[in-house]
């Protein structure tokens, strides 16, 4: 017994001998097992390190590169600080024996790529720091290992693109940082991978869209910093996040967002517009959260135009924080506490021609609390902001394009004036600018070369001027040219060769011209690969030819006030990634089968409003299944409806204004509203007595036979042809036995309907079809 207590007794007293090592450049702390060798020019990972060591500092050295194996002598380490190391290269397996390490610190040093085995071994790493360092490449695979990391942070890197699954294996990530990089393109699928993923940084970046495919990946995440990219524009639907609370958007370019653009961000509470160039916002549909709206650092131009947002904030209990920026009388008064009553506008037909009015308008002086006006280079009779990188010369009589802005002018605003004709290189000096206004200019000619060496012009705004047509070279030397609006002219076609020239149009706005035709190749869809939105809404369009829509991305088309007689199905066939069509307002009376079935695969939105609508053929949504999220068929003359259970993916629907016949045909409308969770609104029309009566509660439904609600026999029922033509086939009612009902044979069919069932059999069915 005494022999062995000695033994064990001297095999501590071994241990401790051993846990005694430190290298002799380091210092050590025994009781807490912990090492620090920072700032000693150490060249590799020192020898003599206790194998029980459990934190490790390696800051400020020159190991350069990080050998295999080359913490083979420290298995039990749990953190690991490798900060300012000119780490140049981590080999394969360098890691490798690491297990039990949670925090890895490589920042501030000069790693480039990221390649697959750099991580290996790391199996229970919690937070991994490469921020500043010069990642330019994540090699697919590099971040597999890491299955329990929670934070990784790659800000102050060089990475310039994010490729698809380069985060496959963050299987319990929680915050991705990649703040202060390039990034101008991200991926589809780069954050398909991230389930667990509640706060994205992608903050100081040079992204130029909401990446918002892109975003519907990671479904957890619920903050979202996008500030410091230089965006000009937020569209319709924009952000589409379930989950997301609080959205960062500071310090970036915007001139314009979408009432519209966070409709799918439904508890968003915290939205911080910032530092921008907004100078109006519409009340924003979508949040139902929403308590603090940041307008900070904004021009907002406190007239009649912010007063519904006014009031929308006061009632919604939605915080306001930012400042007028004119008229003169409300400068720098806090938002929250500017009164509805206080916004108005001057005269009745007044725009937003005053929002950079000059303070000698007023009678009373400048304002003891104004801040000193920067002295600036700046054309006579216009008002140029250094800092703000804006310039303007809205409604100041200018027969011709002023000269002489700051060279670093951005936002330039030159409507309301009377120039009627651009000349050749009109806008000298001025390759800065990224929106140029000439809105209400009277032009009517626009010389090849107008807006040369307008290098970075983002948007265009034409809109309400006299254009009857368009030079071919009108926008040469705009290359970077993606939104452009030329709503309100008198063109009469589509200016497709004008077009040819802007490789980058993504959005083309032509309401309210007298456009009557669409021909083939009029968009030269080979010339404008990214145009993706197309707006003709307000034209006198009664023919769409074949071929005139063939633009290989078109997601967005609106048709709506036009003089189309029938849904153009031909001219749609090569619109295979059409996502929004907008038919409202146009003469359709007949929808027939196959109607959009082309497009079927990829459309989301169905507008199909106020048409004068008398029957849809039971197949017209054929192909249409679980994508489509919205259809509207509001205001219509239908009195059946086709079968909408395929359209499982609904979230919008609007049948309100039909006069639909409440009859056993539509057991099928009615037995699909109760089986969705859609607010869904559809009144009878007929007969007289259940007339106004919702179809959800009226009881006529409950003595239909099982069969009477098919599809095929709505088809029967309801497709004639054209209710214009009227010409039905002889063998459609007499082979089927069924024919078109009214109020008055309403009775009549319903008795019958008790002694055997109506559907007609299916040998006769087959032969009228």
Known sequence: ?????????????????????????????????????????????????????????????????????????????????????????????????????????????????????????????????????????????????????????????????????????????????????????????????????????????????????????????????????????????????????????????????????????????????????????????????LTTLNLTGNPVYC????????????????????????????????????????????????????????????????????????????????DCDIEA??????????????????????????????????????FPGTSQVVSLHLEFCKIHEIE??????????????LSDNELTSLDPGAFSGVPELTYLHLEGNRLAQLPGSALAVLPSLFVLHLERNVISKLEPAALLSLATPKLRELYLTNNTISTIAEGALDSAFLGVLHLDWNQLTEVPTSALSQASNLEELNLSHNSVRWVGPNAFLSVSQSLKRLFLDQMGMEKMSSDALAGLGSGLRALTVRGNQLEQLP????????EIVDLQDNPLLCDCPLLHL??????????????????PELKGKMVSEVSVFTSCPERSSLPGEVEVTLDPGPPNTRKPKPSLSKASGVKLRSAKSKSTWAKSSKKKPVAPKKTKKKKTL
Not at 222 to 239: A, F, I, K, Q, W
Not at 397 to 411: A, I, M, N
């Open 1 to 289: 017994m005494h022999f062995y207590t000695a033994a064990v007794v001297l095999l501590r007293l071994a241990l401790c001998l051993e846990a005694g090592k430190c290298p002799r450049v380091c210092s050590c702390d025994r009781t807490k097992l912990t090492v620090s060798c920072v700032g000693k020019n150490l060249t590799e990972v020192p020898q003599g390190l206790d194998e029980i060591t459990v934190k490790l500092d390696l800051r400020n050295n020159n190991l350069q590169v990080l050998p295999r194996g080359a913490f083979v002598l420290t298995p039990y380490l749990t953190h690991l600080n490798l900060q300012r190391c000119n780490i140049i290269t981590v080999k394969e397996g360098a890691f490798r024996t690491l297990g039990r390490v949670v925090s890895l610190n490589l920042a501030y040093n000069k790693i480039d790529v990221l390649y697959q085995e750099s991580f290996d071994g790391l199996s229970s790493l919690k937070e991994l720091y490469l921020d500043h360092n010069r990642v330019e490449e994540i090699q697919p695979g590099a971040f597999s290992q890491l299955g329990f990391l929670n934070m990784l942070a790659l800000t102050h890197n060089q990475l310039v693109y994010i490729p698809n699954m380069a985060f496959q294996g963050l299987n319990n990530i929680k915050w991705l940082r990649l703040s202060h990089n390039s990034l101008n393109n991200v991926a589809l699928e780069a954050f398909a991978s991230l389930f667990t993923l509640s706060r994205l940084s992608l903050d100081h970046n040079e992204l130029q869209f909401f990446p918002t495919q892109t975003m519907t990946r990671p479904r957890e995440v619920t903050r979202l910093d996008m500030g410091h990219n230089p965006m000009t524009y937020l569209g319709e639907e924009s952000v589409s996040m379930p989950k997301l609370t609080r959205l960062y958007l500071d310090h970036m370019s915007l001139q314009d967002l979408s009432d519209k653009a966070l409709t799918g961000a439904p508890l968003l509470s915290h939205l911080d517009l910032s530092h921008n160039q907004l100078r109006y916002l519409e009340p924003l549909s979508g949040p139902k959260e």
């Open 303 to 382: 007239n009649c135009y912010m007063r519904s947002l006014r009031v929308w904030a006061k009632v919604g209990g939605v915080r306001l924080l930012g400042a007028c920026a004119g008229p003169p009388h409300l400068s720098d008064e806090p938002l929250q506490a500017v009164a509805a009553v206080d916004l108005r506008c001057r005269s009745r037909g007044e725009s937003a021609k005053d929002a950079f009015e000059e303070d000698d308008e007023s009678t009373e002086g400048p304002s003891p609390t104004a801040k000193p006006k920067l002295k600036v280079r700046c054309p006579m009779n216009c």
């Open 389 to 426: 990188q804006h310039a303007t010369c809205e409604g100041r009589g200018h027969v011709k394009v002023p000269r002489g802005f700051p060279s670093k002018t951005q936002l330039l605003d030159l409507r309301s004036n009377h120039f009627h004709y651009l000349p050749a290189n009109s």
């Open 448 to 461: 090849a070369g107008a807006f040369q060496g307008m290098k970075n012009l983002f948007y265009l705004y």
């Open 643 to 650: 079968d909408l259970s395929p359209l499982t993916g609904l």
């Open 670 to 687: 009615r037995r699909w509203m109760e089986n969705v969770s859609l607010e869904v609104i559809a009144t009878c029309g007929q007969p």
